[in-house]
């Protein structure tokens, strides 16, 4: 029987923005093998197989889907055995965005300027090319609608025909009487 050793036992650092998927690895020797946990910074204690947006992998490591701001903190991976346990740490930092910060979608990297590489100045949301683009895509969306349905509109009279400016209407009236007398009316209405 020996007791679990993580050879490496550096402490992980890992930075990412929210909505990233994140690893930290945890390898142990022992025999027999030992059996690895997780302890994440809300005191959940975690072992692989579980279900969830946080799950650690059949070779140890902690998998992190979709990181959110309150999954940063301290993490403890623990590897223990019939002869004793080991343990090492890793550190997690979950960024958010604000609406003052842009968005490369190539890098993932908040606060950086798609176009120049550079902050991007307070209180922008985006910088001025993409606004331009997102404008620009909403008018033509806006222009091809509103000429889809003038067309529509004119091929649809053009197949009804002219437009009538009258309409005539009957109406039958029942006297009132025992006899079944009635008498036609007819009105005449324009339409403008």
Known sequence: CRGPRIPSK????????????VAFQCRAEGDPTP??????????TLGSGQPGRLRVRSDGALEIWYAQALDSGAYQCIASNAAG????????????FTANATLDLSTRQPGVNASH???APPGSALDEATLSVICTIGFLSFLSVVTLCFTLLLVWSKVKGPIKHTSEVEMVHQSSGTDAESEAIKYTTKMF
């Open 10 to 21: 550096a402490v992980q650092l890992a930075t990412v923005g929210e909505g990233e998927t």
């Open 35 to 44: 059996s690895i946990r997780w302890s994440t910074p809300r005191g959940q």
């Open 85 to 96: 346990s080991d343990a090492t740490s890793a550190l997690l930092r979950v960024n958010t």
């Open 117 to 119: 590489g550079s902050e």
